[in-house]
């Protein structure tokens, strides 16, 4: 026969389990706005029914309920999403730093614009058109000085800002690094904390949340394959256990307790098909370190090549027969890097207009400007060393190339990243959906367990009128 206690038995444990519920919807509530935060659910069972089968089982029509209790507090996620969050977060963040990176080069390059390389290269041309008209000009001179001056000091400004730029972005590289250091190190430590709760039976929900932020913001910076290895899959299904985190690609863990190194960096980011910020960044390293090679390469050949005109004209003066004379500092055999930042118009220039070598030849006659032809068509020449990126090419069709090719880098870095921001928020949007707070509906529920928890207050309310029935109205006839 069944206790005549049993009822008060059923009744507090749902007295006591919609308490739990109350509290974790409260605790819903209370971390609505919480960055990471996932919400939270009490999973109702029901008990072991009573009588249990058996020989020596009481004659009842059939198992009776006991009532309910709070299976366990989990959190309300779906790994698919982050899965899916992850991998758009780790695109993102690809080609959000190599948008930023791009979008500074063309900065500086300022193409096309009245203070770009292309346009104060037109107006020396254009300086030298006029000499060519009026080559005896002391005005006509002084603008080609000064617009070589300014040819110069273009090249130095273009190559100098690029060299600071990409020693922004080694900087940037260096605290990026150390980023995913410590959010391994962190990982590493949570992982600790899980693996020593897990097993006593207890769902560590606020370090899993703490987890998923980590390794969203990791995602970003590197390309991750996270797995997860349980402390018991039969006796605790619901546990998440300890996360094992790997660049995609490589095979490196990062989450074992070791720093990432340089010489790992370039051994495992630097692979093929690898995302993410830090992969991004190393990448545009490269690209500033070839866009300063073409410069230097030009600026090289543009020396080299108008300096061999000028040398063939002859100055003005009382010796009109002066040749030989550079325009620019001439530059050493091969001394090809830095030839940018170095390029400067030769002492000689800078102390005389007269040195400048316009006439074809010695004979001093109004007009005689062949030479200053001959220097502006030097835009129009083409580089014959097999050595040099320009062979084949004119100089200034080689730098609208580099421009053209930089454009179209920049425009795709651009539009990528618009991309993978519209799919990143659309995951979001339905991660939030499934894991975020929602107080209208949290308010429903707290009204929900509210009456449940008042009805099984009232079954406690109606055993004891039943109780009180038996124990005081019962057994006292007769007296």
């Known amino acids: 026969m069944r206790s005549t206690f049993m009822g008060l038995e059923t009744a507090r444990r749902g007295l006591s389990t919609q308490q739990y519920a109350l509290e974790t919807t409260g605790n819903n509530i209370a971390n609505a706005n919480t960055p990471g935060y996932t919400r939270q ?35 309300v996620r779906e790994s698919f999403l982050d899965l899916q969050y992850r991998q758009e977060n780790t695109k993102f963040g690809y080609w959000n730093a190599r948008s930023e990176a791009l979008a500074r080069m063309e900065e500086i390059l300022n193409e096309p614009g009245q203070d770009g390389l292309s346009a104060t290269l037109d107006r020396f041309w254009q300086s030298l ?10 005005g006509a001179r002084s ?16 190559s100098q800002s690029l ?15 150390k980023e995913v250091n410590s959010i391994a190190q962190q990982l590493d430590n949570i992982n600790k904390q899980i693996a020593g709760i897990e097993p006593h039976g207890y769902l560590p929900n606020d370090l899993y949340d703490e987890r998923d932020r980590l390794l969203d913001r990791l995602s970003e910076i590197v390309d991750i394959r996270v797995d997860y290895k349980k402390y018991d899959d039969e006796k605790f299904p619901l546990a998440e256990g300890v996360a094992s985190v790997t660049i995609v690609g490589t095979g490196h863990q990062l989450v074992d307790g070791r720093s990432l190194t340089y010489s790992e960096i370039d051994n495992s980011i630097k692979v093929e098909g690898q995302k993410g910020k830090l992969s991004a960044l190393l990448e545009m390293h490269e690209e500033y370190t070839d866009m300063l090679e073409n410069l230097d390469e030009m600026a090289y050949a543009f020396v080299t090549q108008f300096n061999a005109v000028h040398r ?4 003005l003066g009382e010796e009109p027969n002066k040749t030989g004379i550079n325009f620019f500092v001439e530059f050493e055999d091969d001394e090809i890097e830095g030839a940018a930042r170095q390029i400067m118009l030769d002492e000689k220039i800078l102390e005389s207009l007269d040195h400048i070598a316009a006439s074809g030849s010695d004979e001093q006659y109004p007009g005689n400007g062949e030479n200053a032809l001959l220097l502006a068509e030097v835009k129009n020449s083409i580089v014959e060393d097999p050595n040099s990126k320009l062979n084949g090419k004119t100089i200034q069709g080689f730098y609208q190339e580099l421009i053209g ?16 921001i519209a799919l990143k928020t659309s995951v979001d949007v339905r991660r939030e959906s499934v894991s975020g707070v929602s107080l209208d509906e949290e308010m429903i529920n707290l009204v929900r367990f509210q009456q449940a928890y008042n009805a099984s207050a009232r079954v406690v309310t109606s055993i004891d009128e039943m109780l009180d029935r038996i124990i005081n109205g019962m057994g006292i006839v007769g007296r």
């Open 41 to 75: 659910r009490v999973n109702f069972e029901p008990t072991e029914p009573y009588p249990p089968v058996g020989m020596n089982r009481p004659e009842l029509p059939g198992q009776m309920g006991t009532g309910v209790k709070a299976g366990s507090i989990q959190r």
């Open 129 to 138: 058109h006029d000499l060519a008209a009026d080559p005896s000009d002391s």
């Open 312 to 315: 063939q004209g002859y100055t």
């Open 143 to 158: 603008v080609v000085r000064e617009r070589g001056i300014a040819v110069a000091d273009t090249f130095n400004y273009l």
């Open 405 to 420: 090719q930089m454009g179209v880098d920049a425009q795709e870095a651009n539009r990528m990243k618009d991309n993978t």
């Open 163 to 177: 060299l600071t730029i990409q020693g922004n972005i080694e900087y940037d590289i260096d605290v990026t690094v």
